[in-house]
């Protein structure tokens, strides 16, 4: 019988999986939002259910989160970078928590209710807000929309930068199909 070794310089296999599932379904619902004028009608109705899969995901994966360890940043790494990382990581699962939640509030109380299905196979219930509360819920989920973008797109940079510049095992630890870069 072989031994288990537990790797303690990668993310546990849940957490790959759910970074991943995750970080498509927000591109690919982030492009559908802001892009929704010019798409086909059809578009929403898949921005909607792709929603409510971050959602689930997300807080599945937060509760994945609270009983496992990330593996440990590098010892070197300095306080001013352990703590943006802390922050940007805190920031993202709220953010892919209460984007979801504003958009499900925002179609939930509008004045005109259009199906809420998840891909065609089954109704979403509407959730009990008010016609201003679903105002607000929209004007949340725009700002917090492109907040989100704004997040990826550091969390995105922060990554390639330990890769391609400071060449450490940062991203492959969520990427494990990548070998650490080589020191120059």
Known sequence: ???AIIRTDRYARGSIVFHWLIAVAILLNLAIGIGHDA???GAMPVHKALGITVLILSLARLAWRMTHRPPPLAPDMPMWERTAAATSHWLLYAFTILVPLTGWAMVSGGPVRRP???FGLFPIPYLPVSEAAAGAAHEGHEILGYALLA?????TLAALRHHLILRDSTLVRILPILRAPTPR
């Open 151 to 155: 997040l990826v797109v550091v969390h």
């Open 1 to 3: 019988m072989r031994s």
């Open 116 to 118: 809420l299905e998840w």
């Open 39 to 41: 798409m086909p009608r």
